[in-house]
């Protein structure tokens, strides 16, 4: 039985993130735990729980964690997944979670009783894990793994940096961007993390005609969740990334990053690379991305995954949606 604990923003994607995870009988959500970016850290949370209380899950633990970065000021992302993180649905779980913010304490906790056997999935800003690690420096290695949604990805050739590699260049990283300071703090240590970032997720782009097929045919609450909270998110998605005949599409960057977790045969291109942060000269943002080592290397070699089995993804994300519940 695989452990693990989510770290997440619940916006659209993560929810279908969760779903991977709480579909799974060989996976043990031990907690999630909140953190600002596609919404508040208090709708992160409420939206979590009521994912989980969708699928089911009411026996899996909802925390409370980080609402603001470690230092930069706050920043969050309303026009792709709305004010409420769903879409501007307006769902709510029956009961909230309750608003003490133990997450980080439940973190280490947690840690403590499962040394070696926890794989950290952090779905958002890297707020909670950093705070984590100022407390227990040790603790990326006291993890069995650590999976992150971020950076823009590994430099490949010697001659030119990541961020000069259009293949890479995307527009945004706001995993990282909204709490560069807190990204520092995970890339300059050791342990066995894993980034999987917006240049491997921005290639999945998903027909929205997936998720409503799936929902009409099956009547699954699962998956008539998803596609009651993407409509607008669909909307930013087929803006941003205009398809032929004017189809609509959505990312689903955090199940790219449960999928390199849950199925590694799925990952088909990945590098170890030292990370280094960068400025963006266009935006005034800071990115982080993996480097060549130099010689007598002394910073941490993290694993950066540039490449994955996309329709690999897709399949097992259709056979989730369309399983019947309970998923217990």
Known sequence: MRKVIVDTDTGVDDALALMLLAADPEVEILAVVS????TTGERAADNARYVLDTCGRTDVPVYRGADVPLI???RMNPGIH???GFGNTGLRPAQPVDPEPVGIDVVLDLVDRHEGEIDYLALGPQTNLAAALETRPDLLQRLRSTTIVGTLGPALYHDTAPWE???FRVSRDPNVSFDIDAARIVAAHEGDVTWCGPYVTRQALVPEDF??????STGFAPAQLITAISRDYAGFYSRSYPQP???RVMGINDSMAVASLLFPELVTGAVMRPLETFLDQETGDRYLAGVHPVKDETRPIQRVVFDMDFDGVLERIGEVLRRPLPWR
């Open 165 to 167: 590699d259009r293949r």
């Open 35 to 38: 953190v600002f970016g596609n």
């Open 82 to 84: 709305g004010e409420d």
């Open 211 to 216: 998720f409503l097929d799936i929902a009409s």
């Open 72 to 74: 930069q000021e706050l």
């Open 245 to 247: 005949e004017g189809r």
